[in-house]
């Protein structure tokens, strides 16, 4: 018993330093939705003031597949995003469909008006009512929703050029198959 | 030119590491006296080297030398000075630079003021400090050089972090970092004592304080941040058990054990092998709390460069000095004999069971803070563990932790006497019970409020049972006034700082219990001239102005509380619009009459005239940082002992002796 009690820090040690290794290769921020592989929830979106006059319903997703995408006048990292959805929208590959999460609809739709607009279609969800049926984490967030409207995956953050190119195109196109 | 310089100073500082990491080593094991007397000097050369570099970073933030990628990606020129400062260490690069030069510190301190330790383990001593540096220089000069030039210069700096941008913070790194590095010293004297093959009193003795020093400031730094989070993060809690904050929890948790193990292997030569394996978790948990910081395995707040380079490189880091150190503990720690028996019932009966539920609940907080990468390298999901959590299994921890602490310093050495020991505690009984009553019958006591109730009761038995220990060491009204204050006068400061440190604990039980359960909290949306009542006080919005400040455009609510119709204060929190990096801040305003804070947070306007408010009512939460206060004045009181000025004369030579001297 004594000399294992001796060796037992070290052994201890060895099987955490273990996890540490493989946990280096985990990436903590990536959170599966738990929605993947479920339908979209029931929407019934307003639109957003001098947009348009159709709003966000379930409906205008399915059918084909497209990204919706969380966004907000107030969310800085949607600014640094925006070009990138500006530059998917001139592909014409996939349509995009917009969230204005927790934000005063006008405010959102100015924001547009300056910035330049990617979306589709557009609602307007100012007290999260979406966003909690869709598990929303925060914005910028980026789903991919497949033609018979199930979400097939969920990207938290800007969509950058890599993220673009390497996860979200492949997927797209395997989905439009 | 002075950047490079310090670019330069660093490097050579790797070659003074080197020389000091093997040189006296061999120089001790062969009884080479020359080669083991150089350590002193090469810790003083280490420390001019790393000094030289420190100060020409700080040199670069200072007159904003935005040619230096550092400076340009952490600072601005529109920054008061103190924040210039320290955004030295407001990043990674900046922080870890820190963290070698307060390594440097402690290693010429250990040269300087250990002239009377034996030469031998002196040398081995700063080598081993010496391997932790050359490892941390590495990492900083290969993957995170702080020096680094940026061509072309920038007309100005990204800026700092505006919830960065406060004074309890521009102090909590370097206290946090006293506190982690301060451990290496302990670190460092138990792998020299497990190469020498030795560990006495005397050498228990010499590890004492430096582990103290290091209680002190991780004590301090802890506080500091939580304190911060109270005022600066605007939600009026002050402890998330976040894997950031629990990376600082865990050391101290572990290094209280070993202060207090440490006692024991002094006084009574026992506990040696096991103060020798608290001494190396507590500097490895430091060690991984740097980890978890770095290299972003884990999800937090605080995760400031999650670089998975950086990551391997801390992790071998981390398995050189774990590891290696472990391995040799478990060669060498079984030839350590233990010396003095004692009954389980007994001074060190008490100190073994505090170091049980201390390295429990360091154990505890580690599982928790870890299970998350546990589950997610097995493929069981992604989990994340919160309060619920660390409150389900640390309470039950502490409970009989805090009622053993108030026995355990009455027992004697060796056998102590439980029943006559209580028997003398009836006072502390009495003051629970009283306190358990008084709240019940105050907060108008539910089924809800047994638990609170019963944390207020246990910190009335910790102040009253160390008070009554204290009594009982002056004899005070056992023997006439005047004998009381001459025992008084020589009791000695270790003592007084024990007293006054559980005293501080049992203050910060209270505030907790009182945070936790008696905190109230109303949000809505306020115009200006409304009024909203929390806990019995009235707060009006008088107004809501805009301002300027140096790098920032603020709101300010003014609330005007009154209590009853009698004015009581004006509350003015601020909403901050950071320039330079554009960040908002919540500036949260506190007014505190001893018993309660109350805590006004304005927020967002509603672009209809009104604002978001929140206000808190927190009880008794002055008390936490007043009672943590206490703790950090107890362990300066106990390091300011002579006794642990090793070589200094002893002025009571009366004292038996035995409890005094090393027993070789």
Redesign the interface.
């Known amino acids: 018993m004594g000399r294992i009690a001796y060796i037992l820090p070290v052994a201890v040690f060895v099987v955490v330093s273990l996890f540490f290794l493989r946990g280096l290769q985990l990436d903590p921020k990536h959170i599966p939705s738990v929605l993947i592989d479920k339908p979209i929830p029931e929407l019934n979106l307003p639109p957003l003031p001098g947009r348009d006059e159709v709003g966000l319903r379930t409906a205008d997703i399915k059918g084909q597949v497209s990204l919706v995408n969380i966004f907000g006048s107030w969310c800085v990292a949607c600014v640094a995003e925006h070009p990138m959805l500006l530059k998917i929208r001139k592909t014409g590959i996939v349509p995009i469909h917009g969230i204005d999460w927790r934000d005063d609809p006008a405010k959102g739709a100015a924001w547009l008006r300056k910035n330049g607009d990617p979306y589709d279609r557009v609602g307007a969800d100012p007290d999260s009512h979406a966003a909690i049926d869709f598990g929303v984490t925060g914005a910028p967030e980026t789903f991919v929703v497949d033609r018979e409207g199930h979400i097939r995956y969920k990207h938290v953050g800007p969509i950058t050029e890599e993220i673009w190119e390497d996860t979200l195109l492949p997927m797209i196109k395997e989905l439009s198959r | 030119m002075i950047v490079e310089l310090g670019h330069f100073a660093l490097i050579l500082a790797v070659f003074v590491a080197l020389v000091q990491a093997t040189v006296p080593l061999i120089g001790a094991q062969r009884g080479n006296q020359a080669w083991t007397n150089m350590a002193g000097a090469a810790a003083t050369a280490q420390f001019l080297c790393i000094g030289v570099a420190f100060a020409a970073l700080t040199y670069a933030y200072v007159v904003s030398d935005f040619s230096v990628l550092n400076v340009a990606t952490n600072s601005h020129t529109a920054k008061p000075m103190l924040y210039k400062v320290s955004g030295v260490w407001g990043n990674h690069e900046g922080s870890l630079l820190l963290w070698i030069t307060i390594l440097a510190v402690f290693g010429m301190a250990v040269g300087v003021f250990g002239r009377n330790l034996p030469p031998a383990l002196r040398a081995r001593v700063l080598s081993v400090q010496a391997m932790i540096t050359v490892g941390f220089l590495l990492f900083i000069l290969f993957t995170s050089n702080p020096f680094e030039r940026l061509d072309p210069a920038p007309a100005d700096g990204s800026g700092l972090n505006p919830l960065l941008q406060d004074p309890g913070l521009a102090f909590h790194p370097p206290f946090l970092y006293l506190g982690y590095v301060g451990f290496s010293m302990a670190f460092s004297f138990a792998v020299a004592a497990l190469i020498e093959g030795r560990v006495d009193a005397a050498w228990a003795r010499w590890v004492r304080p430096w582990t103290l020093a290091a209680w002190v400031f991780l004590t301090c730094g802890i506080a500091l941040g939580s304190w911060w989070a109270y005022y600066e993060l605007g939600w009026g809690g002050w402890w998330y058990w976040d894997p950031v904050e629990n990376a600082s929890f865990m050391p101290w948790l572990a290094g209280t054990a070993l202060l207090h193990s440490a006692v024991v292997v002094e006084k009574r030569d026992a506990l040696k092998?096991w103060t020798i394996?608290l001494a190396?978790?507590t500097f490895?948990l430091s060690l991984l709390g740097t980890?978890l910081v770095r290299?972003?395995?884990?999800?937090s707040v605080h995760s400031f460069a999650a670089d998975?380079t950086r990551?391997?490189f801390i992790?071998a880091l981390?398995?050189a000095c774990?590891?290696g150190s472990?391995?040799l503990?478990?060669v060498r720690?079984?030839a350590l004999k233990g010396g003095g028996l004692f009954a389980p019932v007994s001074r060190e009966g008490g100190l073994v069971l505090n170091n049980l539920l201390m390295s429990t609940a360091a154990g505890t907080v580690l599982l928790g803070t870890?299970y998350?990468?546990?589950a997610?390298?097995l493929n069981l999901g992604?989990v994340s563990v919160g309060p619920p959590f660390f409150n389900a299994v640390f309470v039950p921890l502490m409970v009989p932790m805090v009622v053993a602490m108030a026995i355990g310093p009455m027992l004697a050495w060796k056998r102590g006497d439980l029943g006559g020991t209580l028997a003398r505690l009836k006072l502390a009984f009495a003051a629970a019970a009283a306190a358990a009553v008084a709240t019940w019958l105050l907060v108008g006591g539910d089924g809800a409020t047994v638990g609170a109730v019963g944390g207020i009761a246990l910190a009335a038995w910790l102040l009253v049972g160390t008070l009554v220990e204290y009594g009982e060491r002056i004899r005070l009204f056992r023997a006439p006034l005047g004998e009381s204050l001459r025992r008084a006068r020589h009791l000695p400061r270790a003592a007084y700082g024990m007293t006054i440190t559980h005293a501080g604990l049992a203050v910060v039980i209270a505030g907790i219990t009182g945070s936790e359960a008696w905190k109230i909290e109303s949000v809505q949306v306020m115009r200006p001239g409304d009024t909203v009542e929390v806990a019995g006080y009235d707060y009006t919005l008088k107004s809501v102005n805009s301002f300027r400040g140096p790098n920032y455009s603020g709101l300010r609510g003014v609330f005007e509380v009154t209590r009853d119709g009698r004015p009581v204060t004006v509350l003015e929190p601020e909403r901050r619009q950071y320039t330079q990096p554009?960040r908002p801040t919540t500036e949260a305003a506190i007014w505190t009459n001893g018993w309660a804070d109350l805590y006004a947070v304005i927020a967002d306007a509603d672009?209809r005239g009104g604002y978001v408010t929140r206000l808190y009512h927190n009880p008794l939460i002055p008390w936490l940082w007043i009672g943590a206060l206490t703790m950090v004045v107890g362990g300066l009181v106990s390091l300011s002992d002579r006794r642990h000025r090793v070589g200094a004369p002893s002025r009571r030579q009366v004292r038996p002796a035995k409890t005094l001297q090393p027993a070789e």
């Open positions: 092998s394996l190396i978790i490895s980890f290299s972003g395995v884990l999800t998975p990551g391997v992790l981390l398995i774990t590891g472990l391995t503990y478990a720690a079984p870890l998350p990468l546990f997610d390298a992604k554009p672009n």
